[in-house]
């Protein structure tokens, strides 16, 4: 008799594999959110001019400043009026235990890739999907690898942010 292979992929993630989840889009971005957001990552550094200077941010190709590659305009409540919330998968989407028992899950990181860059007004839209995942045995016992894309557009259609993330689950 042979053993059952063990798997913590789920219907749910069967099913939500490459479809974009529901979209949420955020406040317009003001300049005093990109000027409070560079001062307190760049803190205590003085900031680029570009991301709070309209005098020197008018002499650029952009002709005004740009937020920081960095700045999340989900940082506050959603245009909605909806709290902010966790964006991803649903949970009927994640991984599980085939005996019920909960999974311990990690980090595995994370890679950007930039588009244009946020402006004040800009109105920034995200959707989020499924790629894929692998499962192995690893030294805590089986493991599964799951990769999820996000996506930012502004306005105009124009791709913001794509983030790549890994999430690893025993």
Request: glycine share 8%; net charge positive.
């Amino acid at each position: 008799m042979t053993e059952r292979q063990i798997t913590y992929v789920t219907e749910g993630m069967l099913e939500a594999q490459r479809k974009w989840g529901p979209s949420r889009t955020s406040y317009p971005i003001t300049t005093t959110d990109i000027r409070r957001w560079a001062m307190a990552t760049y803190y205590p550094e003085r900031p680029p001019p570009i991301y709070w200077d309209d005098e020197y941010a008018a002499t650029t190709r952009w002709k005004t400043i740009i937020a920081p590659p960095d700045f999340n305009p989900f940082a506050w409540t959603l245009s909605t009026g909806a709290p902010t919330k966790r964006s991803g998968p649903s949970l009927n989407a994640q991984p599980r235990h085939p005996e019920g028992k909960p999974l311990t899950g990690l980090n595995g990181g994370q890679t950007d890739t930039y588009g244009v860059p946020m402006r004040p007004g800009d109105v920034v839209s995200t959707r989020s999907r499924l790629l894929d995942w692998t499962e192995r045995e690893g030294r805590f016992g089986h493991t599964i690898y799951v990769r999820t894309e996000i996506e930012w557009k502004n306005q105009n259609d124009e791709l913001v942010r794509t983030r790549i993330s890994t999430s690893i689950r025993y």
